[in-house]
C-alpha cells in the first residue's frame, strides 16, 4: 500500500494497516493521521474507533485479502462471507468489519448494495435451476434462492412499515446508527467544531461570511440536535461505503456476467447445516 492512496481507502482498511506491526513504521503513522482526519467531527474517540473491529480481526487476522473490503473480490468470497459471518447472527455474533457492511449486511448499512445484490443473485439462481440436471444441486440452489427472497422480503416489509408511522424513524432504524451508537450527536452542532483559523477563512470572505450567518440562523431555528445527529452520521458512514466504489463495481459486473457461486463449499454447508 502507498501513502498516496490512504485517502482511497475505506475506515476499517485504515485500521488493519495501523493494527498490523509488520507495515513499516511510517505507512502506520500516515494511515492513523487519516483516520483521525475522518473522524474530526464525528464524535469518536480515535482508539474507540481503532479497536472496534478488535474482536473481527482477532477471528480472521489481520489479512486485508480476508474480507471483502480486499480490492480483489468476488461473488464467491461475497457469498460465503455473508453465510459464515452475517446470516443468522445478532450484532454480538456478527463477524464482519465495519466497513465490509456497506457490500454485506441482512439489514439496511446506509445504501442498498446488498438488497441489490440478492435481488441479481436470485435471477442467476432462477437461470442455474432451470439449466440444472443434478437433483442435489437443484436442492442445494433452491434453499440458497429461498434464504435469499426470505431476506429480501424482510427488509423490505420492515422498512415499509417503519415508513408508516415516521420516514424519520426510518433513519434512526438504519443498522449504521446503531453502529455509531449514538456517540455522533455530541459535536454536530452546526459551527461547533469550526477551528479559529477555519472561522477567520470564512470571515476573510463575502461568501464565506454569509455562509456563517446561514448556518447560525439555522442553528437558531431549524436546528433538530436528535435529526442532526442522525443526518451526520449517515453522511459519515456513506463517505466510507464511496471509498468501496471499485469493489461494489466488480460485483455487479461479475453478477451481469453470471458468475456462478459455489454454495456447495464446505464453509457454506456447514452454516446451513447448523441452521437444520
Not at 482477532?58 to 480483489?72: A, C, E, F, M
Not at 461473488?75 to 450484532?91: A, G, K, R, V
Request: glycine content about 2%; some cysteine; aromatic content about 8%.
Amino acid at each position: 500500500m502507498e501513502i498516496k492512496n490512504l485517502k482511497k481507502i475505506s475506515i476499517s482498511n485504515l485500521i488493519l494497516i495501523i493494527l498490523n506491526d509488520k507495515n513499516n513504521d511510517i505507512l502506520r503513522k500516515c494511515a492513523e493521521i487519516e483516520l483521525k482526519k475522518r473522524i474530526k467531527n464525528v464524535g469518536w474517540e480515535f482508539d474507540d474507533l481503532l479497536h472496534f473491529d478488535d474482536k473481527v480481526i482477532q477471528k480472521r487476522g489481520l489479512d486485508v485479502n480476508n474480507y471483502l473490503i480486499s480490492p480483489n473480490i468476488n461473488m464467491q468470497q461475497l457469498m460465503e462471507t455473508y453465510f459464515m459471518y452475517d446470516w443468522q447472527t445478532n450484532y454480538e455474533s456478527n463477524y464482519l468489519l465495519f466497513s465490509e457492511k456497506h457490500l454485506c449486511n441482512d439489514v439496511d448499512f446506509g445504501d442498498t448494495f446488498f438488497t441489490k445484490v440478492c435481488t441479481r443473485e436470485i435471477r442467476n439462481l432462477n437461470r442455474r435451476l432451470q439449466n440444472s440436471t443434478s437433483e442435489s444441486q437443484k436442492e442445494v440452489l433452491l434453499s440458497i434462492k429461498q434464504i435469499l427472497e426470505e431476506r429480501n422480503k424482510s427488509f423490505n416489509l420492515s422498512k415499509q412499515e417503519i415508513l408508516k408511522d415516521d420516514p424519520i424513524e426510518l433513519l434512526c432504524h438504519n443498522e449504521a446508527m446503531y453502529q455509531l451508537d449514538g456517540d455522533v450527536g455530541t459535536c454536530h452542532e452546526f459551527l461547533q467544531n469550526c477551528s479559529d483559523e477555519e472561522r477567520y477563512k470564512l470571515l476573510s470572505s463575502k461568501l464565506g461570511m454569509l455562509k456563517i450567518g446561514i448556518l447560525e440562523t439555522l442553528n437558531d431555528t431549524l436546528y433538530d440536535p436528535d435529526l442532526v445527529q442522525y443526518l451526520c452520521g449517515l453522511k459519515f458512514v456513506r463517505r466510507d461505503s464511496s471509498k468501496l466504489s471499485s469493489q461494489k463495481k466488480q460485483l455487479l459486473q461479475q453478477l451481469r456476467n453470471n458468475f456462478e457461486v459455489n454454495y456447495e463449499t464446505e464453509q457454506i454447508q456447514k452454516v446451513l447445516q447448523r441452521t437444520k
